[in-house]
């Protein structure tokens, strides 16, 4: 009806307010600082290319309106997405991309129509969850010295100085550090104590003499990226024919790992649990390595979708120029559309400019 009365106005500046496609505050978005609730007001966020199937970080709009329920479509091991009913949810089918590959055509339905499809037969619907990282920024370091900070998050201790020492017992770590601190160039002191002969403690300035890993975020080349994200499973993940994880109980560590898996076109997905030897001891995240890429888009088709009620009464979007964007909702990744209102509008303008003419 909104559109409807803006199209039959005569005024020559007409604006078009009203209810956005939206989602709730517990639905995360990408900065170049990390990750942030939705319902954090921001001008620039990680924004999804449909025609190209890429990311990067562009200006956004942010919106916010009043909202009860939604429509959350889960599954156990890949997909959670909780959406309002206006939202526009974008979608392959997997016909389409056997038939056509990056060709495919989309298509685009509001999560209503896409819950309503959904509960009289299944429905073919394929969601992007992991992206081609596109953007003209590259970190001032080597790969080998990106490589070595990865190695520096995971076992280094900071010290005076700007230092750090690295104690080690795994073989293959020592021969990687070893290695690493060569290709670099990097000055080191080695010693094994009689009493802990099968420890080496490693002494060395380091490129930069900080562990985070998150300031990583927005400020690397997807090669960079990529780079990282093979050293990252040497050496605080696991990697077995099934599947591989990175795990830390550093969550902006876990934050970044999950990004540099996905922006480089492995499907990931963040989980928890608690080391029930210690009830003290800190959470343990883990973000999953899709070794076989199965899930680089999740299929709807494996989804329950149910109702659930807003938790603060509000909704969220962006407005972006591609008309997606990229949101995280309990650690699952995936590609989402924005408010059809402006485009809607303009194709309804066209169509009426084009029959008086």
Known sequence: PTLLKASQ???????VTGPAGCLPVETEILTRSGWVSISTPVT???TY??????????????VAYPETHFNRFHNHHAVDMVLSDEHRVWYQTHYAQKQYGDKAPWVTESAATVTERMNIAELDARIPATFKFSDDTAYPLTDDELRLCVAISADGHLIRGGKVVVSLRKQRKIDRLMGLLDA????YNATSYNGRKTEVVVTFTPPEHRKDLSRFFGVVSQQQLKVMADELLLW???????????????????????FAFVATGTPSTINTYEDKRDATWSTVYRATYGVNKKNTWVNLRTCKVERVASTDGMKYCLHTGTGMFI???????????????????GAVELLKIACMQ
């Open 9 to 15: 106005d005569n005024s020559r500046i007409r604006i």
């Open 44 to 46: 620039e966020a990680l």
């Open 49 to 62: 290319d449909p025609a190209t199937y890429t990311a990067s970080f562009n200006a956004v709009e942010h």
């Open 184 to 187: 670099t160039n990097t000055t």
């Open 236 to 258: 605080d993940g696991t990697v077995h024919s099934k599947g591989a994880a990175f795990t830390s109980c550093d969550k902006g560590n876990i934050d970044f790992a999950q």
């Open 327 to 345: 949101a995280r909702h309990n650690g699952k990744i995936f590609a989402t559309g924005n408010s059809a209102k402006t485009s809607i509008f």
